[in-house]
């Protein structure tokens, strides 16, 4: 991760370079802003961006390069005031694990160089190089992952040695450094002239800037389907009428968005660096360093060294709202609380304990519940985008979340995966002050190298959403994750048990309980809580219609029939990855990720026509849901049922109510794992009662709690999807192999339909480019997390998307994005002599299109 680069808006900075104006000749601007004087309010637009920060005027930016030039920027004081002016404006990318945010890293440092040829203003980027420290044999596995990864992807990285490290920066201690990540070609900007340089390519293309006037609020209306649209926001000076209203209010963000009725869940939190007086060996060309375990960054200022930090216990500020009057906050630094955090990252470089100190500087910085960017249109209200919660990284992803926004808003759908970015992730208690406060404290340290690690997970604000049979799960020693705020069990110690895990790349103590909970779905039975997963009923005489409008497979399906589906853009690219049950000719259940809950029901009722009688309800906390998995599923559960649960009576991809023990429950015989399974929807009153029968009655059929851990390799080894993780809103389902799933002749079509047909006629006969494949290393040892490269003869062709071992399969199984012009025919894939790079190590691996475990479907039809 990097440095402290801020979100929203500010003035000159506070570590130096010019603030630049970029007037242009005879137009008529505030003093030194190039701005619109706030008399010239426009009172329409076409899109209206609330913040003057760095991420507001690059939207501004590239909305008109799209030629949507009708667009006003709002900045309630001077550009650059909140957060942009203090940033330490670092453009870096090492350490980005992930194709979006590599690409939003690498594209705003190409743009900070075309931008200024494109406007003659400066944005005083410097090419000085940056550096990635590790120090422990797992933080180096960790950069040597990242590092084969954005290989890949086109980024000049190499590895260092600690020597080597210390030639770039002399009065550096090398003795504890193992190696060192190097990129040549990043550097710094200078935040402020960088904002300007947006601001005026904006203005040059026809784009309206305004300073002080402050944004109040936006009007609605509501629409024919019953939800809300944006109509315009409200100013101190006036109602500015608009199609589109983007919130790129930094740290504002979530009071503005409340303001609205749109949940923006972020915190300000006290963030720190020192400057020292100049010391003898410091010059203007030293890269950049950041080493995560001491949670410090370093670069050359005014001869001096800045040492930023992001200590793993923060403060956060300003809880009950920022105040109205602040826009070049300082802060008094709390040296008693920073002091040893300090004190440890200033022992890299030991000359520094004799310079002074020229500044200590304390200003807010916005930080989110996942330590992701929240972007994108707000579930609440239609038109209404976010562009927020950058978590210190603004300036390095400010053009890349510019541009993605502006083609966001210009073409309906995203153009990169965003399935982990989206406001609508989130969940509206995260906006809560509790919450707040409590999961502020550990986001700085997380997001600076904590988070890195793929076992890691946030102890702050916990246990928000627990399932009915939760304690259940607590006293067989279950340990958990969270998502969503949901705790869910990812492995079993046992009663009494609670083994220490250590963070990092191998196997941790949860290995032989993993391996444990795998076999028993593989061989006898197991029992998935699967509570986090959203049920909605949908409801009314048109339900058919308009969940057919919006599934791309066919759910004019006989009462009872469970039906897999996408639901997808006009592009084609998949929005939701679900089942559909028809339980009555008026009534549906949608069982889909926890990950686009709040989507589900505004994409529902927005492409419903007007005058469509249909009705969509959350009753996901009215129904436990438990996976009861394994070859004595159907043993199990008649023991419990007077249902006949045989294959004619009741036949995959089905579904009854029976009764299980005292209960009545929506069964569904269905898997995730690859096996003779059941899914049972139980009423949440009821749920402790089928748990303990269901343990009860399992006793000696090998019965077992089983984690979403084991839950993951069981099914990476069946080749099953996962939104969000391995598909995402960029793929269609012909991309990755889900093409059975669409109902090409329905009667009406559906959404995406036709570039769909369009991406159809284009293959000709041939393979989709690019395709997703199972892999499997041969080599039983190294484990797949996800982003490894995948070769062929050496080539990259793609990388893993997500990993876990295959304990049947006996290695690390994933599947994996193949990117080949020509197109691999599935004999060749089958065939071909495959390595995945783990770590900056090849191994040998085997590539598939069909899964490796019953590819014949024998064992899930049983």
């Keep these: 991760m990097t440095g402290t680069d801020g979100t929203t808006t500010g003035s000159a900075s506070v570590v130096g370079g010019t603030h630049g104006t970029g007037v242009e000749a005879g137009a008529a601007r505030e003093p030194g802003t190039g701005a619109m004087p706030s008399s010239d309010l426009p009172d329409r637009a076409r899109v209206v961006v609330v913040g003057g920060g760095a991420i507001g005027t690059s939207i501004a930016y590239h909305l008109a390069k799209l030629g949507w030039r009708d667009v006003v920027l709002l900045e309630r004081r001077t550009l650059t005031a909140g957060t942009t002016w203090h940033a330490a404006g670092l453009v870096t990318s090492a350490g980005m694990s992930t194709e ?32 990635h420290l590790a120090t422990t044999p797992g933080r180096l596995e960790g950069l040597r992952r990242d590092a084969a990864f954005q290989r890949g992807k086109g980024v000049p990285i190499e590895e260092l040695s600690g020597a080597e490290f210390g030639r770039l920066w002399p009065a550096a201690r090398t003795d504890d450094v193992l190696g060192a990540l190097y990129v040549p070609d990043e550097g710094r900007v200078n935040p402020a002239d960088l904002t300007m340089a947006y601001a005026k390519g904006a203005r040059m293309l026809g784009g309206r800037i305004v300073e002080h006037v402050a944004a109040t609020g936006v009007t609605t209306e509501r629409t024919p389907a019953g939800g809300r649209r944006v109509t315009g926001v409200v100013t101190d000076r006036g109602t500015i009428a608009a199609e589109y209203v983007v919130n790129a209010a930094g740290m504002w963000a979530r009071e503005f968005g409340a303001r609205a009725g749109v949940s923006v869940p972020l915190q300000a939190a006290e963030h720190y660096y020192l400057i020292t007086d100049t010391v003898e060996w410091a010059h203007r060309d030293l890269p950049i360093v950041e080493e995560p375990d001491r949670y410090g960054y370093y670069r050359e200022e005014g001869g001096g060294i800045l040492v930023g930090l992001f200590e793993p216990v923060a403060a956060p500020w300003s809880l009950d709202g920022i105040p109205a009057d602040v826009a070049f906050a300082t802060l008094e630094p709390d040296w008693d609380r920073i002091g040893p955090y300090l004190e440890r990252a200033m022992d890299r470089f030991p000359s520094l304990a004799d310079a002074g100190v020229r500044t200590m500087f304390c200003g807010p910085e916005s930080f989110t519940p996942d330590l992701s960017p929240q972007l994108g249109e707000a579930p609440e209200l239609h038109g209404y985008f976010v562009a927020a919660g950058l978590n210190s990284l603004g300036i390095l992803f400010s053009g890349g979340v510019g541009s993605l926004t502006a083609q966001w808003i210009a073409d309906g759908h995203a153009p990169v995966d965003v399935t982990g970015l989206t406001v609508d992730r989130t969940q509206p208690f995260e906006t809560s002050r509790r919450f707040r406060r409590d999961r502020a404290v550990e986001q700085l340290g997380a997001s600076f190298g904590d988070a890195a690690w793929p076992n890691w997970q946030p102890r702050t604000a916990r246990n928000v959403r627990r399932s009915v049979i939760h304690d259940r799960l607590a006293a067989d020693g279950a340990h958990f994750g969270v998502s969503s705020g949901w705790e869910f069990a990812e492995w079993f110690a046992g009663p009494g048990e609670k083994p220490a895990i250590e963070l990092g790349w191998g196997r941790d103590a949860s290995w032989p309980f993993q391996v444990a909970e795998h076999r028993a779905v593989r061989e006898g039975v ?3 809580d699967m509570s986090l997963m959203a049920k909605l009923l949908v409801q009314g005489r048109d339900a058919e219609r308009v969940l057919n409008r919006v599934c791309a497979n066919d759910v004019a399906v006989p009462v009872g029939r469970v039906v897999y589906t996408q639901w997808l853009n006009e592009a084609g690219g998949i929005e939701a990855d679900l089942t559909v049950t028809r339980l009555a000719e008026d009534t549906y259940l949608l069982v889909v990720s926890d990950l686009t809950h709040r989507r589900m029901a505004p994409w529902l009722l927005r492409h419903a026509p007007d005058g469509a009688h249909v009705t969509v309800t959350d009753v996901t906390s009215g129904m436990a849901l438990l996976q009861v998995q394994g070859p004595r599923s159907r043993d199990l559960l008649s023991r419990l049922t007077s249902a006949d ?64 851990g084991a839950m993951s390799s069981l099914r990476l080894e069946k080749a099953y999807r996962d939104y969000g993780v391995d598909i995402d809103n960029t793929d269609t389902p012909l991309d990755v192999g889900l093409g059975f799933a669409v109902a090409w002749d329905k009667p009406g079509g559906f959404v995406g339909r036709d570039a769909l047909l369009a991406a159809r006629e284009a293959l000709a006969g041939g393979p989709p480019t690019p395709r997703l ?90």
Excluded at 107 to 119: A, G, H, N, S
Excluded at 658 to 670: E, G
Excluded at 789 to 815: I, Q
């Design 526 to 528: 197991g029992m998935i």
């Design 100 to 131: 979006t945010m590599t690409w939003m890293a690498r594209y705003t440092r190409d743009l900070c160089v075309e931008i200024e040829k494109e406007t003659g203003q400066e944005t005083g980027f410097r090419p000085v190089g940056h550096l």
């Design 645 to 708: 649960l045989s294959t004619p009576a009741f036949p995959y991809m089905t579904a009854q109510e029976i009764d299980l023990h005292y209960a009545r429950v929506l069964a569904m015989r269905v898997t995730y794992v690859g096996e003779l399974g059941w899914e049972l929807h139980v009423p949440a009153e009821q749920a402790l009662t089928v748990y303990d029968a269901l343990r009860e009655a399992g006793a000696d059929l090998g019965y077992r709690n089983v984690g979403l």
């Design 773 to 862: 494949v199972q892999v499997l290393v041969e080599d039983p040892e190294p484990l797949l997390w996800g982003g490894e490269p995948l070769l062929r003869d050496g080539r990259w062709l793609g990388y893993v998307r997500a990993g876990a071992y295959g304990h049947t399969l006996g290695g690390a199984v994933g599947l994996a994005e193949v990117e080949d012009p020509s197109g691999l025919p599935a004999e060749a894939i089958d065939s071909g002599r495959f390595e995945v790079d783990i770590a900056g190590v090849r191994y040998p691996a085997r590539a598939s299109i069909r899964p490796l475990y019953d590819p014949d479907r024998l064992r899930v039809t049983a």
